[in-house]
């Protein structure tokens, strides 16, 4: 299983990006997508994840509302859309996936398989 994550960059407060994780090696639509951040210093922590239909997601409650996980099952691609970013949305953001844990489970690192290699964004005040 291959995660290849895209789309990080440089943004001002109140911008906006959009992140990409292309996957293969495994029948992506049984998957179920996470994607997670690291801030210089801190811990990896969830932002969102989406079920393998497409038909539920969830969000960090520091995300809700500016942020929408997103997937194309032909594309074997899911995305993540950032509006209104602040400086602390600065990380490392990493995709990952699961077959199909409890939606509770999707927060929790220790519930993906595999990752990929992270893509930088940086929001400047």
């Known amino acids: 299983v291959q995660l290849q994550a895209s789309g990080g960059g440089l943004v001002q407060a109140g911008g906006s990006l959009r992140l990409s994780c292309a996957a293969s090696?495994?029948?992506?639509?049984?998957?179920?997508m996470g994607w997670f951040r690291q801030a210089p210093g801190k811990e990896r922590e969830f932002v969102a994840a989406?079920?393998?239909?497409?038909?539920?997601?969830i969000y960090a409650n520091s995300v809700k509302g500016r942020f929408t996980i997103s997937r194309d099952n032909a594309k074997t691609t899911v995305y993540l859309q950032m509006n209104s970013l602040k400086p602390d949305d600065t990380a490392v953001y990493y995709c990952?996936?699961?077959?199909?844990?409890?939606?509770?489970?999707?927060?929790?690192?220790?519930?993906?398989?595999?990752w990929g290699q992270g893509t930088l964004v940086t929001v400047s005040s």
């Open positions: 989406i079920r393998w239909s497409g038909g539920t997601s």
């Open positions: 990952a996936t699961t077959s199909r844990v409890a939606l509770s489970a999707l927060v929790l690192l220790s519930s993906y398989d595999y």
């Open positions: 090696g495994r029948t992506f639509r049984d998957w179920d």
